[in-house]
């Protein structure tokens, strides 16, 4: 049975609310409280689209599901009569009679009412579809964008200095309640609503970010984005001379020069020039990134300090991802340098260590799975055959593989995820669905979850989450995923809140360097599976 979820964890700038409410005017505030504070967390949380937010049939405009637009505006009848169709204003009242400057929506004319021009400040672009599927494309929210007026307003309240804003600053949700009362309510930052973990494993809301490694990171990406306008450019691939020569034009910035610094104690280091030039570059990656890193500052802004808060909440199978906006769903070189410094512990395939082990419990022929062992003990080198036998790259290797530990298809159908990972290059696509080590490796998991699902009706995984079984290749992630989740918790429970950072789906990032045995030793005691970490340093 789901636990009631309690504190609303979507909280918003409290100077942004103030700041739209002296812009909009008696439009604005002669609305209901909630829908001030409606419109706001979705001004906050979409001012910019990003991959995080990205609405799958249009990417220039966001999601809103009925779900959001109820939790925002309690009745989306409400909300379309405001925003899109115009509404009436009845003077609230109570047994004292009528309450100042407080009123209620009706979206039909009623005594004393005043009507309302509908306000426009969301722009729909994408009906939702009627059905679950058409089109051979997965239904979808409706999709929006702000009006060019509210987008204005957003980027005039991005430029504000931390002075302009006044003195009301912090985060809040719509009852008016802070992190810091979240952080009380759940013993932590993460609100588990689906498991049966106890919430005393926990970790810290507030993470600290590095703002001079963002600053700097910012000033590399506008001097790309730069560069791709005078190129007139929209992608540089991957080793092309253009690649080179943004090399070049970066190489003076004091991040860069940090590669050839010596890695301590032989630790892997990945900064975030390293990662930004691993692959192809995009002119929408680049303005994606520098929006991630003018919402991360925004955030610092508003709390006055190094530290901004960070929630999290369980989806079905368990995992931990954040609410709104934040470092986990950013790009990688964004996360590298917002948390510079900072260690990361990853663990070693994952699903494919937990897999093996558990199929050894089982009476499969182990020389049927042999593909999956030898990718486990020799990961890098079989990664890299492959995308030299593909010609691709060890990034998009790395992505394929992890579609099909997921359940994905080898297709060249665009309906599949395949198509998005190889870019949609379908010569690309050709060569992947006919390499025979592809075609070994997704085998083993429709054999895997034979022995493991079976004729199960019903699966809960390690942590608790039941999961009605739909396909048997769903029903094992659901499984895998729940493993890694306990992996997670053990590490958690056994680690100093204060140096925890942040929480991925598969690893950890400390603030201080950790024992990687000791991380194992520790998995190994608190849920039987040997798994190991890998350590990095951003």
Same mark, same amino acid.
């Given at each position: ?29 002669? +609305? ?8 706001? !967390?979705?001004?906050?949380?979409? !001012? ?21 637009? +109820? ?17 009436? %204003? ?15 929506? &009706? ?57 302009? %804003? ?154 931990? =991802? ?50 999956? =062992?030898? &990718? ?41 995820? %395949? ?56 029903? %094992? ?26 929480? +991925? ?6 603030? !201080? ?17 040997? +798994? ?7």
């Amino acid at each position: 049975m789901k636990k009631a979820l309690g504190l609303d964890p979507n909280f918003f700038p409290k100077s942004l609310l103030h700041f739209t409410q002296n812009k909009l005017g008696s439009q604005f505030t002669n +609305l209901p409280y909630l829908f001030q504070t409606g419109y706001v !967390n979705i001004f906050w949380s979409n !001012n910019q689209i990003i991959r995080h937010n990205k609405h799958n049939r249009d990417p220039n405009s966001f999601p809103l599901s009925r779900e959001k637009i +109820l939790a925002n505006f309690t009745n989306h009848k409400d909300f379309n009569a405001v925003n899109k169709n115009g509404y009436y %204003l009845v003077p609230k009242r109570s047994k004292w009679g009528v309450v100042e400057g407080k009123y209620n929506i &009706y979206r039909n004319d009623k005594k004393g009412g005043d009507y309302q021009e509908p306000t426009g400040w969301l722009i729909r672009t994408v009906d939702a579809f009627p059905t679950y599927r058409e089109g051979g494309v997965r239904g979808a929210h409706s999709g929006y964008q702000l009006s060019p007026q509210i987008q204005e307003m957003i980027e005039d309240w991005f430029e504000l200095s931390e002075d302009e %804003l006044g003195c009301d600053k912090g985060f809040i949700n719509y009852q008016g309640q802070t992190p810091k009362d979240f952080e009380i309510e759940y013993e932590g930052a993460i609100r588990r609503h689906l498991s049966t973990t106890s919430q005393t494993i926990n970790i810290n809301l507030e993470v600290k970010i590095n703002r001079e490694q963002l600053n700097q990171h910012l000033q590399i990406n506008n001097t790309i984005k730069q560069y791709l306008g005078e190129v007139k450019e929209v992608r540089i691939k991957l080793g092309s001379k253009q690649l080179e020569e943004v090399g070049s034009r970066i190489e003076g910035r004091e991040e860069s020069k940090q590669q050839h610094r010596q890695r301590p104690g032989g630790v892997n280091r990945q900064l975030p020039t390293q990662s930004l030039l691993s692959k192809d570059i995009t002119l929408v990656g680049i303005k994606q990134r520098i929006s991630e890193i003018k919402y991360l500052k925004a955030m610092a802004r508003e709390t006055q300090s190094d530290f901004i808060p960070l929630t999290y909440k369980e989806v079905s199978t368990g995992r931990y =991802t954040t609410n709104n906006l934040t470092i986990q769903g950013f790009h990688r070189s964004v996360r590298y340098a917002s948390l510079s410094g900072c260690y990361e512990y990853d663990l070693e395939a994952a699903h494919q260590n937990i897999l093996i082990q558990l199929l050894q419990d089982t009476d499969i022929d182990m020389s049927e799975i042999q593909v999956l =062992t030898d &990718y486990v003990n020799n990961k890098q080198i079989i990664r890299e055959m492959l995308a030299s036998a593909i010609e691709t790259t060890v990034p998009i290797i790395k992505e394929i593989i992890q579609e099909l530990t997921y359940g994905g298809q080898l297709s060249r159908s665009p309906k599949v995820a %395949l198509f998005d990972v190889c870019h949609q290059d379908r010569e690309l696509i050709d060569r992947v669905c006919s390499n025979g080590w592809m075609k070994q490796y997704r085998d083993i998991f429709k054999l895997a979850s034979d022995y493991l699902v079976k004729d199960k009706e019903e699966i809960i995984n390690g942590v608790g989450i039941p999961f009605e079984k739909k396909t048997n290749a769903q029903a %094992l992630a659901h499984i895998l995923q729940g493993y890694e989740r306990q992996a997670l918790d053990a590490i958690i429970k056994h680690s100093n809140k204060d140096d925890i950072a942040l929480l +991925l789906h598969d690893c950890v990032v400390f603030y !201080n360097r950790q024992d990687p045995k000791h991380l194992s030793d520790i998995v190994e005691k608190e849920t039987g599976f040997t +798994l190991q970490f890998s350590e990095e340093l951003y």
